[in-house]
């Protein structure tokens, strides 16, 4: 008798889909904000700052809908652990891009 995994699960968790959605729209937002801050040399309108403080609170959402459906008990593992580590990597990104800023 074969035993099923934790990965094999077909069903989705409906938080673990929008919190994908988040952290892939963050990474996207954190990488926009980066390259337009590139462009216009450090002094770019409010809009990057816009742009980059809005992917951090995508981020934040997204990791708390990825808490949410981690906690629940409907869908796979490997999606839960995808969107929690696609909401951690901009967020983590975002505190070290602010404490590389603050201290240079």
Do not use: E, H
């Amino acid at each position: 008798m074969v035993k099923d995994s934790a990965y094999s699960i077909k069903s989705v968790s409906v938080d673990a889909v929008i919190a994908c959605v988040l952290g892939g729209l963050s990474i996207l937002g954190i990488i926009g904000a980066i390259a337009a801050s590139y462009l216009y040399s450090g002094k770019g309108p409010a809009a990057v700052g816009l742009l980059g403080m809005g992917s951090l609170i995508f981020a934040l959402t997204g990791l708390s809908f990825g808490i949410a459906a981690w906690k629940s008990q409907d869908g796979g593992l490997l999606m839960k652990r995808i969107a929690i580590i696609l909401n951690a990597v901009p967020v983590i990104g975002a505190l070290a891009l602010y404490i590389i800023g603050w201290i240079f």
